[in-house]
């Protein structure tokens, strides 16, 4: 229960976070006159989404000693916490890669941000590193930027019917991730398609080169 109300909670933020930073990337777009970014500014400014939603998601899981102004390392919430994050972020990354492969598939015009699987990759590993980090140097998560994102989550959070929509976001985050899970440890079904010989390929490899002619 306690593994869920994280899932939940932490899913809730999440999609608060993407609202805030969906108004602070069309302020920063106004300011550039709506002109696509160039591919330094894009992951530029991506990174520093990931560290600050790292940031946001290891101070929530963070814990204060009762007597003491000493941090407390909860693993039974940290651990949990970062493997959320990671899983989140990796299935954007792997939704993205879909998008990108169902576009090119059908020959559709692709988005015009600038992309780079490498930088995705780099960009993962990047709030890997900026968690495992935060862990050695807790007081780096308390700073003026993660307080402002802090107050304005938890008053969007208790609004009326803002609140109730992200609500719902989150409940549908925690079936996304349960989806998630039994979907990569379900075992595939064996394939008992009738076995091709050499002619089959040699067919199959002609009409290949036909379509690339």
Same mark, same amino acid.
């Given at each position: ?31 550039? !006159?709506?002109?696509? +970014?160039?591919? &330094? ?20 899981? =963070? ?17 949990? /916490? !970062? ?20 576009? /090119? &598939? ?15 990759? =780099? ?35 208790? &609004?009326?019917?803002? /609140? ?5 976001? !989150? ?15 379900? +075992?595939?079904? +064996? ?5 091709? !010989? ?16």
């Amino acid at each position: 229960m306690i593994l869920l109300t994280l899932l939940f909670k932490l899913g809730v933020r999440f999609a608060i976070f993407n609202f805030i930073w969906f108004f602070l990337e069309l302020a920063h777009k106004m300011l550039t !006159g709506m002109r696509p +970014p160039f591919l &330094a500014e894009q992951y530029i400014l991506k990174g520093l989404k990931y560290i600050l939603l790292v940031n946001i998601t290891f101070a929530y899981c =963070l814990e204060f000693a009762p007597n003491e102004p000493t941090y407390v390392l909860n693993w039974q919430k940290l651990l949990p /916490g !970062g493997l959320i994050l990671m899983l989140y972020l990796l299935g954007k990354f792997q939704k993205q890669q879909e998008q990108l492969q169902f576009l /090119g &598939a059908f020959q559709m015009p692709v988005q015009q941000r600038p992309y780079s699987k490498n930088l995705e990759i =780099l960009l993962l590993v990047l709030a890997a590193l900026t968690f495992t980090g935060l862990y050695f140097f807790p007081y780096l998560s308390e700073n003026g930027i993660s307080h402002w994102f802090e107050s304005n989550i938890r008053s969007l959070e208790k &609004a009326f019917l803002l /609140g109730f929509i992200f609500q719902v976001l !989150g409940f549908f985050f925690v079936l996304s991730v349960f989806f998630r899970l039994l979907k990569a440890f379900s +075992p595939k079904p +064996p394939q008992d398609g009738p076995t091709q !010989g050499p002619d089959d390929y040699a067919d199959y490899e002609e009409v290949t080169d036909q379509r690339l002619d």
